[in-house]
């Protein structure tokens, strides 16, 4: 048995992957947009991660690996099934601070516009905005992960950037102000 393999079979191997879980279901549940599945896909990727911990070649390069595992699985989805269309609410975890209600409030609806709009870009550019944005890959690992060049990363991004500017510009112009007395 060499280092490697042994590496993948130790406690150290499974505590990697459990580490990663938190990232993969954000990263699903962006491309996705439905609780269930993003678990389902998260948890998928991780299986398919044991059973073929052996073909990763630099252990290094464990969390690339497994985003990329999750990318073929959201593909494998995607060609089984159509892609749901529904939003389910992602309970929202606030930081404890001093700030009032309203404050509350407003920023709850700035998450819910900006994941709304989110949402409404095509699969490819919201899969590259949330591993580059979300995730902080590099436009390489992002290649590598979605098996597509480094080029159709960079304009799937600025695509998805520019969209999702002027979608929330746009959202913001339709917003009345209110006038408190």
Known sequence: MTLLSFLFHSRQWRTALEGARPGLYRVAYSWCRDAALADDLVQEATAKALERGDQLRDP????????????????????????????????????AGPDSPADD???????????????????????????????????????????I?????????????RALRDDLLRAEAQVPLRRVK
């Open 149 to 161: 060049p480094i080029g159709t990363v960079m304009s799937r991004l600025h695509r998805a950037r």
């Open 105 to 147: 409030v407003e920023r709850s609806q700035t998450v819910a516009r900006v994941r709304a709009a989110v949402a409404r870009l095509p699969v490819g550019q919201r899969q590259v905005l949330t591993l580059v944005d979300l995730e902080e890959f590099g436009y390489a690992e992002v290649g590598a992960i979605l098996d």
């Open 60 to 95: 290094a390069r464990l969390k690339s690996w497994l985003f990329a595992i999750l990318s073929r699985c959201w593909h494998d989805y995607l060609r089984a099934r159509h892609p749901h269309e529904d939003i389910d609410e992602l309970a929202e975890e606030y930081l």
